[in-house]
């Protein structure tokens, strides 16, 4: 199974700012994604990252809130720009080799004043 | 749209116990569901399922999948208190739909 490591596992950063997570798999994996998990609920996807071309979002999510990078296989970044409280949550990454199972992150605790 | 709908919500057993959890699910070319245990932040990995009837077991836990009625199981026997945990449910779409979907979880809280 893959490792996977992300940073900064937890910030606090006010309003209006941005926060850019990184996203290191121990090896090369075929997918990439980033999911959200607001308070009390269950993970929401939020993108795939697609290595060398632009993500592609889900429904309610767009590229100028959330831009995210994958320069090669092993790495991606997310950023959560322009934030708001709303965008309080825990930021997870997984990684996946097709046909086997998705592994996660340690996560990112947000929390926006 | 994919769905995945689990339950119960909650469940408080006590040690010991034998629990079973559910799943159901809707998605869009199926290739596999997915069962993680989530403590504090990562969910952790705990069966993929990819064929009906055919139990993946692993110590005092085993899941097993019916894709004609379109749910799995999660069964725990001899319940400790560290299986205390959110319970997710993942389902992923095939070629062209690779996302897990996940369900709203089951919080199992077991008192020793």
């Known amino acids: 199974s893959a490792v996977i490591s992300q940073k900064p596992s937890r910030d606090i950063c006010q309003r209006g700012t941005s926060l850019t997570i990184q996203c290191q798999v121990d090896?090369?994996?075929?997918?990439m994604f980033w999911y959200r998990q607001q308070p009390g609920q269950s993970l929401t996807l939020i993108a795939t990252?697609?290595?060398?071309?632009?993500?592609?979002?889900e429904s309610g999510f767009v590229i100028d809130k959330f831009p995210i990078s994958r320069p090669n296989l092993t790495f991606s970044t997310l950023t959560v720009s322009n934030m708001s409280p709303e965008d309080s949550s825990i930021y997870l990454c997984?990684?996946?080799?097709?046909?086997?199972?998705?592994?996660f992150g340690p996560g990112t605790r947000l929390t926006v004043t | 749209e994919d769905k995945v709908v689990q339950s119960p919500l909650s469940l408080v057993v006590h040690e010991g116990d034998t629990v079973t959890l559910n799943c159901s699910y809707e998605?869009?070319?199926?290739?596999?569901l997915l069962w993680y245990k989530q403590e504090k932040k990562a969910p952790t990995f705990l069966f993929m399922l990819?064929?009906?009837?055919i139990e993946k077991k692993s110590g005092r836990l085993s899941s097993i999948l019916d894709k004609k009625e379109l749910f799995s199981i999660l069964n725990i026997t001899a319940t400790q208190t560290g299986d205390s945990a959110i319970y997710l449910c993942?389902?992923?779409?095939?070629?062209?739909?690779?996302?897990?979907?996940f369900g709203t979880g089951t919080r199992l809280t077991i008192i020793p």
């Open positions: 997984s990684a996946e080799n097709w046909g086997r199972e998705q592994y």
């Open positions: 090896s090369q994996v075929t997918m």
């Open positions: 990252a697609n290595q060398g071309s632009e993500a592609t979002y």
């Open positions: 998605v869009t070319n199926f290739r596999s």
């Open positions: 990819t064929s009906s009837g």
């Open positions: 993942a389902v992923e779409g095939g070629f062209g739909n690779e996302k897990l979907t």
